[in-house]
């Protein structure tokens, strides 16, 4: 478990619920004085728990993966 501090996890769950990417994120944070890397940042994201059950429903599968790929063959047929 990634420790966090209380006042970057509520600056975190802030820039998530208003749709940032990490990237910005990481630059917010970072001009606020918080050091992360991508991947850091990504598990600190994941040790939130108000954010891990978003991540979950936001994850892409290999079925999208393949639906994308029927919807993308149809529209060449067409």
Do not use: A
């Not at 606020?32 to 994201?45: C, E, P, Q, V, Y």
């Not at 040790?47 to 599968?61: A, D, G």
């Amino acid at each position: 478990m990634v420790k966090i501090k209380e006042k970057e996890k509520l600056k975190i769950i802030e820039l998530y619920n208003k749709g940032y990417k990490l990237e910005k994120i990481l630059i917010i944070l970072e001009e606020n004085g918080f050091k992360n890397t991508k991947n850091l940042l990504f598990s600190k994201i994941r040790s939130i728990p108000e954010l891990r059950e978003s991540l979950n429903k936001n994850r892409i599968t290999i079925k999208d993966i393949n639906e994308f790929k029927k919807e993308i063959q149809k529209s060449k047929e067409k």
